[in-house]
C-alpha cells in the first residue's frame, strides 16, 4: 500500500470530511514544513553551535535558549508571507506579530510555543513545538491582543510536533487524532499513527513531584491515592513518568496511555503551562482522542482567557482519572 504522506491526508480530509478549507490546509503544510527546519535544528545540537542560553528574556521572565529564539524565528518567517494568516502570537513574544505590510492577510490566526520544554535542549532530551490556530474574527485585518482572546473551543486545528527519537507531528483539525513520522530519506511526514486514542484507564501518571509542598489539598489526596499503590483507594499500583516537556507527556498519553498534571503552585499562583499556547491546543487533541482536560475545575476548553500569556492548572489524559482530579476539585 502506498503511503500516506501528510499533503495527501490534508487533501483527503478536504474532500472527504469538508473540514478543512485549502487556505487551512496550506497553513498547517506550512507550519509542517517550518517544523521540519526546526527539527535539522536541533538534531544538529552542538556540531550547528545551537545549544545554550540566547542571552535574552521572554515576556514571562524566563531565560531564552538559542533554540528557542530560532524556532520563534523559523516559524515567523514560515508563515508571515503565505497569505492565510491575519497574525501570530508565540510564547516568546511580548505582543502578537502583525503580518508584515507587504504580505496578503488570511482568515486564520496561528498562536505557539516553538520550543516547548527548552530545559530539555541541552541535555539531548526531547523537546517539542505547539501549535494553535483559531479564526480571525470577522472583518478584523490588524488582530489585537482581544482577538486572540477565544477559548479553546473555538479552535479549528492544533498539533505539536516532537523532536524525539522520531521527530513526529501529531495533529487534529477536528476530526479525530492523527500522527506523522518525518521520514528524513524523503523529507516528508508520513501517516504512522492514524486515529489515536486515550484509553479511560491507566496506571502511569506524570507530574513534577518536587512541587508537591505548593499543592492544594484535592491535587495532594489525588496524588497520595495513587501513591498509595494497590492497598490505598484506587486499588492498583501506578507507574510515574515525567519527561519535562509537555508535548513529550502528551505523546506519551496519545501513544499507551496516562495522566498529566501540572497544578497551581499554591492557591494564590496559577500553574505554569501557558492556556493559549500549551492547554488549549494539547486540551484540543486529548478531548478529540477520546480524553478528557480541566484545569481542576472546568473544562480547559470552557475557559475564556483575559491575557495573552495567561497560565493555567492543567489536567489531562485518561477520563477516568481526570475526572477523579475534578471531583475532588468540587468536593
Ligand atoms: P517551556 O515552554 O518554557 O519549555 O515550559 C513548559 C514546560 C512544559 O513542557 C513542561 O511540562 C513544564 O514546562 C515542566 O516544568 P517543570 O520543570 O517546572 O516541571
Ligand atoms: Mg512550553
Known sequence: MSRITLSRFLIEQQRSANLLPAELRFLIETVARACKAISHAVNKGALAGVL????????????????????NDVLLEAN???????????????????????????????LFDPLDGSSNIDVNISVGTIFSVLRCPDGVTEPTEADFLQPGSRQVAAGYTLYGPQTMLVLTVGNGVNGFTLDRET???????????????????????????????PVQRYIGELLAGATGPRGKDYNMRCVGAMAAEVHRILVRGGVFLYPKDGAERPGKLRLLYEANPMAFLVEQAG?????????????????????????????????????????
Open 52 to 71: 545554550g542560553e540566547a542571552g535574552t528574556g521572554n515576556i514571562q521572565g524566563e531565560a531564552q535558549k538559542k533554540l528557542d529564539v530560532i524556532a
Open 80 to 110: 508571515e508571507w503565505g497569505g492565510s494568516l491575519a497574525g501570530m502570537a508565540s510564547e516568546e513574544m511580548d505582543l502578537p506579530y502583525a503580518i508584515p505590510g507587504q504580505y496578503p492577510k488570511g482568515a486564520y490566526l496561528l
Open 187 to 217: 523529507g516528508s511526514f508520513v501517516l504512522t499513527h492514524p486515529g489515536m486514542q486515550v484509553p479511560a484507564e491507566t496506571r502511569e501518571f506524570a507530574i513534577n513531584m518536587s512541587n508537591q509542598r505548593h499543592w492544594e489539598a
Open 291 to 331: 480524553g478528557a482536560a480541566t484545569d481542576g475545575r472546568e473544562r480547559i476548553l470552557d475557559i475564556v482567557p483575559t491575557e495573552l500569556h495567561q497560565r493555567v492548572a492543567v489536567c489531562l489524559g485518561a477520563r477516568e482519572e481526570v475526572d477523579v482530579v475534578t471531583r475532588y476539585h468540587a468536593a
